[in-house]
């Protein structure tokens, strides 16, 4: 009760965050879209066994937006382009997926990783164990 109350009493301040928030609405809702998106592994084991040859990274699309995956090295020199894997389920999910091995051979190190979906950014880190 004592949070409706307040809720009630700074009603000025709340009607200015609806305000804010129906212009952060895209923004909002952006933001939901990326939540399940995730890296699946961050450990990359390029030797063909099958298990984290390639890093994959699983994007929440369900409006079907342009999405593009690139591989940076910490130089912030471009690596590579990952393409999405035409042969995963499908969802609401794009699958992008970079291997090491394919193109100019990346060397064992460290890589961050930039998936662009419409307008959001996704970025983090990578580990490529030769
Ligand atoms: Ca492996």
Not at 43 to 62: A, E, I, Q, W, Y
Not at 100 to 117: C, D, E, H, K, S
Request: aromatic share 6%; hydrophobic share 45%; net charge positive.
């Amino acid at each position: 009760m004592k949070t409706r109350e307040r809720l009630i009493k700074g009603s000025g301040g709340a009607a200015i965050s609806l305000a804010a928030a129906l212009l952060l609405a895209p923004a909002l809702m952006a933001a939901v879209t990326v939540g399940s998106s995730r890296a699946l592994n961050r450990l990359v084991t390029p030797n063909g066994d099958s298990r984290n040859d390639t890093f994959m990274f699983k994007c929440h699309n369900p409006s079907e937006l342009l999405v593009r995956g690139e591989i940076f090295d910490l130089k912030g020199r471009k690596v590579a382009d990952m393409v999405r894997d035409m042969s995963a389920p499908i969802d609401d999910f794009y699958y992008m997926e970079w291997d090491p091995n394919l193109g100019l051979r990346a060397a064992g190190g460290v890589y961050i990783y930039q998936i662009t979906a419409g307008e959001t950014v996704l970025k983090g880190t990578i580990v490529v164990v030769r």
